[in-house]
């Protein structure tokens, strides 16, 4: 079993930055593919980016592929979302996931997840 919390969401203008940050507790974190995953309102939660337990690859949707950088500290059980040149369009809930010994992109994939975090970016 692991919990997770996310944090770092706010309100923030087309082109600035938000960290997130998402704290682990109840197990092994070095164990875990971690995920970001996001949902606005009325669409699906979808993926945005993933770091391997293994060896610290990194995976991006297209969409946020070189805006956002997804990287993990395991001493501190904490997985960060550093999100770049914010557009409205990145406005949604995000949510990380965790998943053992595994990294996926799929949604369904991922066993736990946090309560969210809101982002919401301002035209």
């Known amino acids: 079993q692991v919990q997770l919390a996310e944090s770092g969401g706010g309100l923030v203008q087309a082109g600035g930055s938000l960290k997130l940050s998402c704290t682990a507790s109840?197990?092994?974190?070095?164990?875990?593919?971690m995920g970001w995953f996001r949902q606005a309102p009325g669409k699906e939660r979808e993926f945005e980016a993933a770091i391997s337990w293994r060896d610290g690859t990194t995976y991006y949707a297209g969409s946020v592929k070189g805006r956002f950088t997804i990287s993990r500290d395991n001493a501190k059980n904490t997985v960060y979302l550093q999100m770049n040149s914010l557009r409205p369009e990145d406005t949604a809930v995000y949510y990380c996931a965790a998943a053992l010994r595994r990294t996926p992109t799929s949604f369904s994939s991922y066993n736990y997840w946090g309560q969210g975090t809101q982002v919401t970016v301002s035209s």
């Open positions: 109840g197990s092994t974190f070095s164990s875990y593919g």
